[in-house]
């Protein structure tokens, strides 16, 4: 692999005397769909909270284009290039859809909204990415409704909406068809795809028909350490990792449905 | 459709509309004057919590210390009114930027105790250095401006004063508001660890926050000192802080017209019951309890439920109220009402 | 020597500061509630004491029945008025009982008059105890050793008792006593009255040594917060410290610098919100 555009080496979280992470070593390569699976309570989402800042970890580093991040801030991360969805829904409950949107978009040149009698148009990239946005989401119609009143589907969507808005060079879905049905995961599935060609897509999953065929790259985890990682096929027939499921829930399908399209 | 109410030259309009009726229907300039002082202390005092979702007990300090630089700049450096003013910004700002920066440390409940505990603080600070703010007397003498030539001694030529100035903060901070900034505000009061996550340095814009909100009330304080010619310990004080929550609360935080409201209503209502029935602040109590459980949009809530009543649409209803609708008519980044029901309406047009 | 009487002083004081607030401790710890009424409780115990003793009661009859009726109206409040606050932001908390405070001190100012007014201690505590030198009044002593006792039957009760548990656990997680199938608007009203309870017991003991005025509950309720930070929120045990740290720090400021008093308590109390904001017992 060429240089990875986001690594980790050794990294560890404790919470007191509770291990949530422990030397976790992950090289994600550039413009790959890279997934981390595991059963609960494994640390994927705590991972995702060491990889944008959210927690400081007790132990490693992470570097994102070759640049050590282990101690920025999380809001500098997005300008750096990082950006996350959320599993639990985390919009802007009272404010538009649009303005969700807007806000996410305007969050990469944060300083300029320091400015208290700047109006909001003249930032026109962050509008048009707005306005864009609204359209790859399929969200135009409920533009101007509160997002504390979409559907869960379009929640989800414009929850991962947001985290697109930043123009990232990686992006981190956690469980981004989380609670959603058929119709929902298929538009979501196809999004992810769609992202997978021009950005690095980092995703953490539970429905296996998704994972095993959109992903280039699988990393699975259990109790805070890597498992086993390797294209999907591999892990697939991988002993240990049938034995970490067994007893757990676990959606969609562990057969081939369809050839891995990349 | 956003709500007529909430437009800013609707909002602008009132205040303005105010400031003309006032001379008209009250014999007191100075209770007129003190409406609107303190009118631009609650709408400071709004941006932070209804705009920013932070509960400050510690406005007081900011209005105490305009009163002071007042006292001071005026009296003792002999600086010229306009100057003075440009000072009690300048150093609101800069305390409040200080206050803010400590208390924002920590969130919810112990945020507010922090700045409970600010206040006391800073009214045991003016106690006790006495030579710099005459202690429990407080500064006395204070004159008022000189305008081309004339002391502005009469009460209505000062409310002129005050009035003119009043409008240039009131929309000032409207501007404010509208920003992009402003709505930033809005998105971390609404979510503050997604705002972090997408970008924007939430301490930096709470402190911003807190410094914009300190100038303005420094500034109202000066103007207040003025008004009386004294700088009393009082304003300074814990009281002050928590009526000047009282007045946002009543007014209603959905937006700063709404402070003027509350500043007024309570200043009318103090002035007109306290000359017949001493015990009056029995009757606020009750106010209180009565807007917790009905009217959490404050008085401005109840204007809004009459002009729904009058134009029969359907009252706002929106998932948070006691929540600004800030709207701008070219990119709408609130809302419209929700619908009783989904079925049969057509889809909003984007604006 | 004369430390020793500042010392006892601030401990009587202290007992009843930690009886001022663990009541509020434990309605925060359960209800996650601001309560700015409580200092409301304080001054109605020390007015119904008062007013028992005016009309001829025993002061150890007027004192425990201060705070029953205080626990009593409480208990009211919260069943018609603050349970339907729960659920509303923080501010409106604040704003309800703000006004409930405001309208107990009116009422207050219109029953008894502005002015306030002074409680004889009990023919049987009047006099002072000598040892030796050191000289200290009875009622005084009276206060600690009663106190005392009252804290030990409160512990007995928090740590012994099903009702206790049931209150430590709610205070822990409120969610998962609901789920557990508990009748938590009970326990909520119950554990409302008994802080309140406590509040106006609070002041009716301290009535005999500071007498009774209209505002002497706005003191109350800043002195409440600060203990209640300063040892932890929903913490006996920090009440406990607090509540005696508070009150001897005053005792002795008040013969070394009366002025700094309050600076020094409410700085105390800022910086524990700095450096250990969990207060001293508060949970990690």
């Known amino acids: 692999m060429s240089a990875p555009i986001l690594a980790t080496d050794a990294l560890g979280v404790r919470y007191g005397s509770f291990v949530a992470l422990q030397d976790v070593t992950l090289r994600i390569a550039e413009n790959s769909v890279h997934s981390i699976i595991g059963p609960n309570g494994a640390g994927k989402t705590t991972l995702f909270h060491a990889l944008t800042g959210r927690i400081a970890p007790s132990a490693g580093r992470i570097a994102l284009a070759g640049r050590d991040i282990t101690r920025t801030a999380d809001h500098e991360r997005v300008r750096l290039g990082l950006a996350r969805s959320f599993q639990v829904t985390s919009l802007f409950p009272t404010l538009s859809v649009r303005e969700n949107l807007r806000l996410a978009a305007q969050g990469k040149t944060p300083w300029q909204a320091l400015a208290p009698w700047r109006r909001a148009e003249a930032n026109r990239p962050a509008l048009a990415m707005a306005e864009t946005m609204l359209e790859r989401l399929d969200l135009t119609r409920v533009a101007l409704r509160a997002a504390g009143a979409l559907s869960h589907g379009q929640q989800r969507r414009l929850e991962v909406g947001m985290a697109m808005a930043a123009a990232p060079k990686v992006i981190l879905l956690d469980e981004p068809t989380s609670g959603m049905g058929i119709d929902d995961i298929a538009a979501m599935t196809a999004l992810i795809r769609d992202l997978g060609r021009d950005h690095t897509v980092l995703f953490i999953e539970h429905n296996m028909g998704i994972v095993m065929n959109i992903s280039d790259t699988v990393t699975v985890m259990r109790a805070g350490r890597v498992l086993v990682e390797g294209p999907p096929a591999r892990v697939r027939d991988d002993p240990e990792v049938r034995r970490a499921y067994l007893g757990n829930m676990i959606t969609g399908d562990l057969t081939p449905a369809r050839a891995h399209v990349s | ?351 | 020597m004369t430390y020793l009487f500042q010392i006892l002083n601030g401990l009587g004081l202290g007992m009843l500061y930690f009886l001022l607030a663990v009541g509020l401790s434990i309605i925060f710890g359960l209800l996650q509630f601001v309560n700015f009424a409580h200092g409301a409780f304080y001054l109605l115990g020390a007015y119904l004491a008062y007013e028992g003793v005016e009309r001829g009661l025993s002061f150890w009859v007027a004192m425990p029945l201060a705070a029953l009726v205080v626990a009593g109206l409480a208990a009211l409040t919260e069943r018609l008025l603050l349970r339907r606050v729960y659920k509303l932001p923080h501010t409106f908390h604040i704003l309800v009982t703000v006004g409930l405070a405001l309208v107990v001190q009116e009422l207050v100012i219109i029953i008894w008059g502005p002015i306030g007014g002074n409680v004889a201690p009990p023919e049987a505590l009047s006099g002072v105890m000598i040892l030796g030198d050191f000289v200290y009044p009875e009622y005084r002593l009276f206060v600690i050793g009663f106190t005392a006792i009252l804290a030990a039957g409160l512990w007995w009760l928090l740590d012994r008792t099903r009702l206790g548990a049931i209150v430590r656990a709610g205070s822990e997680s409120p969610a998962n006593m609901a789920l557990l199938g508990y009748d938590t608007l009970r326990i909520n009203t119950a554990v409302f009255a008994l802080g309140a309870g406590l509040a106006g017991l609070a002041g009716a003991l301290a009535a005999p040594i500071r007498g009774v005025e209209p505002f002497m509950g706005v003191e109350a309720l800043g002195i409440a917060f600060v203990v209640v930070v300063i040892g932890g929120m929903g913490s006996y045990a920090g009440a406990l410290a607090a509540g005696i740290l508070v009150g001897i720090a005053q005792s002795l400021m008040a013969t070394l610098w009366p002025e700094g008093a309050r600076l020094v308590i409410y700085l105390g109390m800022a910086g524990i919100i700095m450096a250990m904001p969990r207060g001293l017992f508060g949970r990690a």
């Not at chain 2, 814009?205 to 003025?226: E, P, Q, R």
């Not at chain 2, 008004?227 to 928590?242: K, M, Q, R």
């Open chain 2, 1 to 351: 459709m956003i709500p007529l109410l909430d437009r800013p030259l609707v909002q602008f309009g009132l205040a303005l509309a105010a400031v003309l009726i006032l001379p008209l229907v009250m014999r007191s300039g100075t209770l007129a004057s003190e409406i609107l002082i303190y009118g631009l202390a609650v709408a400071a005092c709004n941006l932070l919590l209804g705009y920013t979702g932070l509960l400050s007990f510690g406005q007081g300090i900011f209005f105490g210390l305009g009163s002071y630089v007042a006292g001071l700049g005026l009296v003792r450096a002999g600086l010229p009114a306009p100057v003075m003013l440009l000072l009690s910004l300048a150093l609101g700002a800069l305390v409040a930027a200080a206050v803010g920066w400590v208390s924002i440390r920590r969130q919810g409940v112990y945020f507010v105790m922090l700045t409970l505990a600010f206040s006391q603080m800073f009214y045991f600070l003016a106690y006790t250095f006495s030579g710099l703010t005459g202690g429990d007397n407080g500064l006395l003498d204070i004159p008022r401006p000189r305008l081309a030539g004339t002391v502005l001694s009469d009460p209505w030529t000062y409310y002129a004063f005050v009035a003119v100035l009043f409008l240039g903060l009131f929309a000032a901070l409207q501007r404010v508001a509208l920003s992009t900034f402003g709505r930033t505000l809005l998105a971390i009061r609404d979510n503050e660890g997604r705002a972090g996550a997408i970008g924007y340095p939430v301490r930096a814009f709470k402190v911003a926050a807190f410094a914009i909100s300190g100038a303005v009330t420094a500034f109202a304080g000066a103007l207040h000192a003025m008004l009386i010619g004294v700088a009393p310990l009082s304003n300074i004080d814990y009281h002050t802080s928590e009526t000047l929550l009282i007045m946002t609360i009543v007014g209603g935080s959905a937006n700063l017209f709404a402070s003027l409201l509350g500043a007024g209503a309570y200043l009318l209502a103090a002035d007109a019951l306290s000359a017949i029935w001493p015990r009056w602040l029995l009757l606020l109590g009750l106010l209180l309890i009565v807007i917790t459980l009905f009217l959490q949009r404050g008085l401005w809530g109840l204007i809004e439920h009459a002009v729904a009543l009058v134009t029969r649409a359907p009252p706002p209803d929106d998932p948070a109220p006691d929540r600004p609708v800030v709207t701008d008519p070219a990119v709408a980044p609130v809302a419209e009402a929700l619908p009783a029901s989904d079925a049969g309406r057509a889809p909003e047009v984007a604006r």
